[in-house]
């Protein structure tokens, strides 16, 4: 159990996470969420769909027992999450996986004999190849259908029923019906129609338990960013290595350069450069001297640093940023499929349907194999495989397509919600820029400072430095000697009898009140030379600015970094802008549009964007973000142009208009065949044959998304 919060008169309000298995389907959230909620003593019972969990605000007096034992009630089976035995999202990807296996090569095989039917084969010929199949089919049937089985059977005992309940009758009946059509050596069997149903139900759902067990994966990474130990400073003067855990606010840390800073804290000795992106989300390195606040999973660059602890943990910043992911992540297991909210009323018409084909037929006089035979083509016809895949397929070519023109989807129903956006917050470095400073005025034009310059920039790893010695890598650089780095201040060397400096202004000689990125340069007794640097912006970020206004979504700039470069580049893209926003400002800024009814699209790079990219309807991070942030996003654009974005929502709104002429097919399918179906005018195998027919329908319909994204 988490601590305890005060809520009401009658106790205190705690919170426990279950891990729960088996939600498949809308239809399961609303009813862990209403059934807990019906629980006494629960205040509130929110399912995170895709880590599998739900979350539950009780009263301290009901103990977690009686929750787990509500759950199971309503037909999961749950346990508190964090002990031994929560299973990981991996562990469902590889048992779905060789279930898909067994279904496909079960399929292949029976495919092959059943070639040999359809070429002609009769009586004792077409039996031995029947049987073969039944041989082949039913142990694959039985082992590849158990995440529908034990889905459908968890439905029913509990008085519901779900999208396996049609799935699982239709998949049992064609085999037992194949089978007694074996038996009476029948001309017709549909061992193959099973199996590749399995087959192509298990693919698509394969696919879903992968992409959530990578996007579970996104707290975890972002806490990895924090060491597990830190050089705590002894009150004897010496020092020793402790875990983190064993560290208490008030004592004292040293951080050695290049090393990663595992507490929150204030600098109390030491000055030097620290990469502050974990909260900024700027690559622009930022100098900290006495009395200067660093975080956790921040990075000293050039200098050592004696840090008095006030956080350690659970109390950090960057702790805070993994409960904004998680709480945000809690939000969207509220997302409703369409494919869900159909088999609400799917399921249930399908079952009375072909229970009234069957009492019908008896009524008629019709013996009981006939009534049954009747029933099961109703059952086989109205199979919800194209139903199924009008999204999926959909999903996937779109998929494709975009893959090809750079943007990688990562999970496919982010296509829909993309389609729905209309407010896009784009972070600026690393996003709308490129998060790489070059030298934009002051480089020399003398030979020989150049070459002075490029040797000075080359021996040092300081960004500065880089940027200029990328600028400078067609210069021959001096041979320089007695080359030294000053921490925190910058580099010289000697050219000659002629000391050379690269670094602070002040360090240098220079004075400079300008509120751009410089460092200066100096050779000999010359004047310093002042060179500015900035983040260089995405070729195409005005074009993409301008097409995200044509279709309709209102682009914002939000960034950590200060208030004149935001605006200065806000107003050269023509979009409104918001500087020095920290996580749970994005966090809360999109929770505020969500609450006036918009539906944002969040685009943004840095471990600080991690947050809001969970939060949003739906999430963009290009391919140079960090692992935080393309776990976050939803989709990923490689490349440097920002054009990939719009591309995206043009494929994306293409997509969704795909996927609702794919339900009228499937549903206008339904309304042609089922009638025909419960006359008595459609044998099985026909059932079959249709069923598949209106799967191709609905892919090939969904082929036309192959040029979604030109």
């Known amino acids: 159990m988490n601590s ?139 082992y590849a259908g158990q995440p529908f089985f034990r889905s459908a059977w968890g439905a029913l005992r509990h008085g519901h029923t779900n999208m396996d309940v049609p799935i699982s009758i239709g998949v049992v009946l064609t085999a037992a019906m194949s089978l007694y059509e074996t038996a009476i050596h029948g001309p017709h069997a549909y061992f193959d129609g099973a199996v590749m149903l399995l087959f192509f139900l298990l693919a698509g759902r394969f696919l879903d338990s992968a992409m959530r067990a990578r996007a579970e994966d996104g707290v975890a990474a972002l806490l990895r960013r924090v060491p597990a130990d830190a050089l705590v400073l002894r009150a004897d003067g010496g020092t020793e290595r402790r875990l983190v855990a064993e560290i208490a606010p008030g004592m004292q840390v040293l951080v050695a350069a290049g090393e990663r800073v595992g507490v929150d804290g204030i600098v109390v000795a030491g000055a030097g450069h620290v990469d502050r992106a974990l909260v900024s989300g700027e690559s622009t390195p930022e100098r900290v001297g006495a009395g200067a606040t660093v975080l956790a999973g921040t990075v000293c660059l050039d200098a050592p640093l004696t840090v008095k602890v006030t956080a350690v943990g659970e109390d950090t910043v960057i702790a805070d940023i993994a409960r904004l992911m998680e709480s945000a992540g809690q939000g969207k297991s509220r997302y409703v499929r369409i494919a869900d909210r159909a088999a609400r009323l799917y399921a249930p018409a399908v079952h009375s349907l072909a229970a ?126 007695e080359i030294s780095e000053h921490a925190g201040q910058g580099i010289e060397g000697r050219l000659g009898e002629e000391t050379v400096r690269l670094g602070n202004p002040d360090w240098v000689g220079a004075r400079t009140m300008s509120a751009d990125i410089v460092t200066t340069f100096r050779l000999g007794a010359q004047a310093p030379r002042l060179i500015h640097l900035a983040d260089a912006l995405r070729p195409d970020a005005a074009a993409a600015m301008a097409q995200l206004g044509k279709l309709g979504l209102a682009p914002m700039l939000v960034s950590g970094d200060r208030q004149p470069p935001v605006a200065a580049l806000a107003r050269a893209l023509g979009i409104t802008g918001v500087a020095g926003m920290s996580p749970a400002d994005k966090f809360a800024l999109i929770e505020r549009l969500e609450r006036h009814g918009k539906r944002v699209l969040m685009v943004g790079d840095g471990l600080n964007d991690g947050p809001a990219l969970r939060r949003a309807h739906v999430a963009m991070a290009p391919a140079t973000a960090s692992d935080v942030g393309q776990r976050a996003a939803d989709l990923v654009f490689l490349g440097d142009r920002l054009g990939a974005v719009p591309t995206a929502i043009i494929a994306a709104r293409r997509t969704m208009a795909v996927v609702q002429q794919n339900f009228v097919l499937a549903i206008g399918y339904n309304v042609l065949a089922v009638p025909l179906a419960m006359a008595g005018l459609v044998t099985p195998l026909i059932a079959a044959l249709a069923m598949s027919g209106s799967s191709v329908l609905v892919v090939a319909n969904a082929l036309r998304l192959r040029g979604a994204a030109r």
């Open 356 to 481: 009234l084909t069957v009492i019908g037929w008896l009524f008629a006089g019709a013996g009981l194999h006939a009534a049954i035979t009747a029933g099961v083509a109703v059952l086989i016809i109205t199979c919800p495989c194209a139903l199924g895949l009008a999204v999926p397929i959909a999903q996937v070519v779109a998929a494709g397509t975009l893959m090809r023109a750079g943007v990688l989807t990562k999970d496919g129903s982010a296509l829909e919600r993309l389609a729905e956006a209309d407010t896009a917050l784009l972070d600026k470095t690393g996003t709308v820029t490129l998060a790489r400073l070059a030298p934009i005025a002051g480089l020399p034009g003398d030979p020989l400072e150049r070459a002075a310059l490029a040797a000075l920039a080359r021996a040092s790893r300081h960004p500065h430095a880089r940027a200029i010695a990328e600028a400078l890598a067609d210069t021959t650089p001096a041979v320089l000697t």
């Open 4 to 142: 305890l919060t005060p809520i009401t008169a009658q106790g205190s309000a705690t919170e426990s996470r279950f891990v729960v298995e088996g939600m498949h389907c809308a239809g399961c959230i609303n009813r862990i969420e209403a059934g807990l909620a019906r629980l006494a003593g629960v205040v509130q019972a929110r399912v995170n769909f895709g880590a599998k969990q739900v979350r539950v605000v009780h009263l301290a007096e009901v103990d977690d027992g009686a929750i787990t034992a509500a759950i199971e009630g309503l037909g999961f089976r749950a346990h508190l999450a964090g002990g031994a035995a929560a299973p990981a999202g991996h562990d469902e990807s590889r048992r779905l996986m060789m279930a898909m296996a067994v279904a496909g090569f079960a399929a292949m095989n029976v495919m092959l004999l059943s070639v040999s039917i359809w070429a002609g084969a009769e009586g004792s010929t077409r039996d031995l190849f029947h049987w073969l199949s039944a041989l082949i089919a039913l142990p694959a049937i039985a």
